[in-house]
């Protein structure tokens, strides 16, 4: 059998500030605005697969986790104003996600192969907002597959499934 370990680490940061002035329709300045956006995101995923063919079976499973954040800051003042922050933001956010998977895939014949999969995966959101208001969300899913595979010409194959997913925003 083929055990595979990885661990992927991102980090990124955004800085961006605006400046605008507001002139009226005779070409005179009213108002000076200044805009800034700090955004900071981490991401953290640690996982493994074990792989192992058993006569006409390609068996996986494996596992991972993965914890990302994203932390932004902004402001937006007016010139002679006090800065006034934008409340419907959401400010920080936190996401562990975990999942479990196994997998088989069987040669049926010698152009022929079911693949049939199964992933329990666990996730935890988290956010605040500019007040400090929190809000925390868990969801558990359960996301089958099947999936048939028929090699019609050497460059050629014909395939169909049927997949629950999930797509994150």
């Known amino acids: 059998g083929k055990f595979t370990l990885s661990f992927d680490q991102q980090w990124a940061s955004e800085d ?3 400046d ?15 805009r ?13 697969k074990y792989e192992n063919q058993l006569g006409a079976h390609e068996f996986a499973f494996g596992s991972d986790f993965s914890r990302s954040t994203r932390d932004e800051d902004n402001s937006d003042v007016t010139i002679g104003s006090p800065p006034t922050f934008a409340g419907n933001r959401i400010f920080d956010v936190r996401e562990d996600r975990w999942n479990v998977f196994i997998q088989d895939s ?16 666990d996730s935890d959101t988290r956010t605040r907002d500019v007040t400090g208001d929190a809000n925390s969300v868990s969801e558990t899913f359960l996301l089958p597959s ?6 019609l010409e050497e460059n050629t194959d014909f395939r169909i499934g049927v997949a629950r997913t999930l797509r994150r925003p």
Do not use: C, M
């Open 20 to 34: 605008a002035r507001r002139y009226n329709g005779s070409g005179v300045f009213q108002q000076r605005r200044k």
């Open 146 to 151: 099947l999936h048939l595979v028929q090699r």
């Open 106 to 121: 069987w040669q049926l014949g010698e152009n022929t192969r079911l693949t049939g999969g199964l992933r329990l995966e």
């Open 16 to 18: 961006t500030t605006r």
């Open 36 to 48: 800034t956006e700090d955004v900071d995101i981490e991401r953290t995923n640690p996982a493994f």
